[in-house]
Each structure stands twice: as C-alpha cells, then as structure tokens.
C-alpha cells in the first residue's frame, strides 16, 4: 500500500492542453503503401498518408513528435513524415548499384540533424548475394550521406547489446541493455553509466532486465517507466513488474512486481496511465498500474499471430490487431468483443500514438 | 550430404552450412531470401497447426514481405516488388494478386 501511494505521484496523467489528447490518434502502416490514421475515439480512419516507396516496415517517431521517420523502399531507405501536416517531406536511399542496404534500425539523435542507422549491408557478387556484418552509421540528414560507420562486432558490449534511444528530455543518446549508459554518438563509446541494473539492488533480489520501450511514450523528460523481467535467485523463477528510473536523480525511483512472466507480455497502457491491458496464456489481463497488481482475468483465446495493440483514448476499448487487415475492438469493461473494424490494406507496421497536445 | 560432394564455391559453403561451421552466419536474418526451408502452412513451429494463421492469406503479406517462405511465396525484397501491388488484402481479394514465373 504505502510503495503504491509512493508510486502514484509518478503515474500522475500528463499535463493535456487545448490540442489534441495524447493517444487519441493511432497510426499504422498498410499495404500496399500507406499510413492510415486511425481515431480511437470515433473507431474510424479519418486520414491516409500516401508513402512514396511502398510498403511501411517500421517507425520511429522523433521526441518533438514533429517528424516520423518510416522505414520503407524495401528496407533500403526510409521517408520523413511531417507529423502536424501528415505529409511526406523527403526520402532517402541507402543502396548503390554495387551494395543492398537494408535498413533494420533509426534512432534520432541530439540535435535532429542527425542519424544513426543500423543496417545489413548485401553486397552484389557476380552470381550471388553475399551478406556482411551489420553496421551502425552516423547519417548527416542535411548533407544526405554516410558521415561515419562502426562495424556492430567492434561496439563495446553495452552499446552493441544495447537498444540505443534518445533520453527523454532530447539531449542524450541512452544505451538500454544490461545497464543505462549514456553513449558519445560521435564516438560511439560509453561516456556515461547512467543507472546500474545489472547488480541487484539488495539481497535477495535480481538483476533488472528492461523490456520494451518507455510505457509512456517518452513524455516525461525525467524517467523511464518500463517493464522489466528479473529472476528470483532463490525461487530461480522469473518475475515481471514496473520499474521507475530517476534520470535527474540518476537512481532507480521505484519498482514492484506485477507477477510471474508470462510469454507474449506485450501491454496496452491506458491513456491516462493507469491501466494496462495484456494477453498471455490464453487470458486478457487488466493490471492496475498504480497498484501493480493484476486485478482481473478472463479466458479468451485470440487468433494465431493476434496481440492486443492499442486502448481508445477514453480507455473503454481494446484494439487486438496483428497479421490481416482488421482490429477486432473488445470493451475493457466486459472484456467482451464489440465489432471489427476493416482497414483497406493487410497491416504492416505500428500502430504508434504519433500526435500528442502540449507536453 | 553423406552421398553428395560439392563441386563449386555455393555447394562448399551450403556444405560448411550443413557441417554447422556457420552456425552463427546462418542465424543472421537471410536478407535475399535463400535459405530458410520451413515446412510452409502446413505446420507451425510447434509441429501442430494451432499457431498457423487462419485463413492462410492472412499471413500471406508478412511472408511475402520479410521472405520467410521464399520456396512458397514471392519475395518483395528482391525479386518481385510488384507481385501484390494490386491487392490490399489477400483475404478480401486474392484473385487481384498477380502471377510470377520464375
């Protein structure tokens, strides 16, 4: 009780403005090649946004939430979307006549001028295609080239097995992995270990290990709340909860078991940040996340290859997406299905609550 | 492999391949769609068919798209970008999806 009034200030909805509520509108890739924009409080596309090289296969939406970079063109390049005019602004190829590049990874970096790419170079031989080592780029988006590159084996270990973001507040390149460093991109070396995870923090208790991106969508420019996975070393079971990291404060802020893993924990997060919705084991989960704890369960057995992938902005519906072309919509009341809605291409990437009010 | 003697560079190396010497390359995403030989739709990864998409179409463009089943389906990556540009969706429209020969 006393850790969940402790953790309730940090759970706090994000401050909304005259604009648009944060989570309202959800973006998604389709085929053949464009964005639909999907309004979570109607249960309707209100717009598309045409892609100039075909199908969207990722997304990376920048802090400022202005530009949208989509990886498409067959993985050889990628797209900017201007976000407030829902318009692709310019695109960029990778590939030469001799090389295919194919682009798996963008991550934005201080400054907004520049890139890193993580991509598997295939280069063209006379009767074959012979893939090389992946490699990360320094991408200058104003001169449009290659700046610098690392081969990925010669990273140290804690970028190379990291996921690399953009800190929250915009002003540092973070390395997710086995613990929170800071990483010089120029460079491409650890400046900083910014929170430890890997050294329990007491006795008794396992190491963090974080999954997924930021709960929140990286509004808070002072912490992460993400998942994490930890196992138990006396029961030797693994273990899922909420862990709050201080980036000001450079700490672990606070943390709770949820409760056991379990496989395909992939959670919807409410808009007001209270809830979260999961599917795992063949059961819808509600966790409350103020409380940490699953407060209810219900049977309900999704299609093959199907996952819960969004919560409407009044957080009364559930979206269950995945491979096809439709979202089945189910109350989060009742747990119930309510319709389906159809899109007009299979989905292809996303969806991702792209357009936000003040933050 | 026990019968069969590679004879050029592509045979020597699916040989390295089967003899495990690659181990680690072999597990890098095969961009350029030639290496995975799963069984298809008829079984999932399981060896049962409850993980399996139902209709099969609706797991049709995820193949296509990221070459899983090259031995079954066009791949978009390399060889045929324009194979479903005329379809949406598979499982509203499949007769749009264009022929290939390859």
Same mark, same amino acid.
């Given at each position: ?359 | ?43 999932? @990864? $399981?060896?049962?068919? !409850? ?7 609706? =797991? #049709? ?22 194979? @479903? $540009?005329?379809?949406? !969706? ?7 999806? =264009? #022929?290939?020969?390859?």
């Amino acid at each position: 009780m006393i850790a969940a009034l402790l953790l309730a200030p940090l759970l706090a909805a994000p401050a909304q403005g005259p604009g648009i509520e944060p989570g309202r509108f959800l973006w998604l890739g389709v085929w053949p090649n464009r964005i639909l924009v999907f309004d979570t409080a109607k249960d309707e596309v209100v717009g598309s946004i045409p892609l100039r090289k075909g199908v969207a296969f990722d997304f990376t939406l920048t802090r400022d939430r202005k530009r949208l970079f989509v990886s498409t063109d067959r993985m050889e390049g990628f797209e900017i979307v201007d976000v407030p005019r829902r318009e692709v602004v310019d695109d960029f190829r990778l590939s030469t006549d001799e090389r295919i590049v194919r682009l798996d990874d963008i991550v934005e970096l201080p400054g907004g001028k520049r890139v890193l790419l993580s991509v598997t170079p295939v280069k063209k031989e006379i009767d074959r295609y012979a893939i090389e080592k992946k490699e990360v780029w320094l991408f200058d988006l104003e001169k449009r080239e290659k700046v610098k590159s690392w081969k990925e084996k010669d990273l140290p270990r804690e970028i190379r097995r990291a996921r690399l973001l953009l800190s929250p507040d915009g002003t540092a390149l973070h390395a997710f992995g086995r613990d929170l460093v800071v990483v010089d991109p120029e460079e491409m070396k650890v400046k900083e270990k910014l929170i430890e995870l890997a050294k329990p923090l007491f006795a008794g208790l396992g190491p963090f290990r974080p999954m997924g991106g930021d709960l929140f969508d990286y509004r808070d420019p002072d912490r992460y709340t993400v998942l994490y996975r930890s196992r138990d070393p006396i029961r030797k079971k693994n273990a899922t909860g909420l862990l709050v990291l201080d980036l000001k404060g450079k700490k672990v802020a606070d943390f709770g078991e949820i409760g056991p893993e379990f496989p395909g924990f992939r959670p919807a997060v409410s808009p007001d940040r209270k809830k979260a919705f999961a599917y795992g084991n063949e059961h819808l989960h509600e966790i409350d996340l103020v409380a940490r704890r699953i407060v209810r369960q219900k049977e309900l057995k999704l299609e093959p290859r199907r996952w819960l992938t969004g919560v409407s902005v009044d957080g009364k519906r559930l979206y269950v997406g995945g491979a096809g072309e439709r979202w089945d919509v189910y109350s989060t009341e009742s747990l119930e299905k309510l319709r389906t809605v159809e899109f007009p291409g299979d989905i292809t990437s996303g969806p991702i609550a792209v357009e936000s009010g003040p933050l | 492999m026990r019968h069969l003697r590679p004879l050029n560079r592509k045979a020597h190396r699916i040989a390295a391949f089967a003899a495990g010497d690659v181990h680690a390359q072999a597990q890098t995403y095969p961009f350029g769609c030639t290496t995975i030989f799963s069984p298809g739709w008829e079984t999932d @990864a $399981a060896g049962g068919t !409850s993980g399996l998409c139902a209709p099969i179409e609706r =797991d #049709l463009y995820d193949c296509y798209k990221t070459c899983f089943w090259p031995a079954q389906v066009p791949d978009y990556l390399v060889n045929y970008p324009n194979w @479903a $540009a005329a379809c949406g !969706s598979p499982v509203q429209d499949w007769r749009a999806i =264009d #022929l290939v020969f390859p």
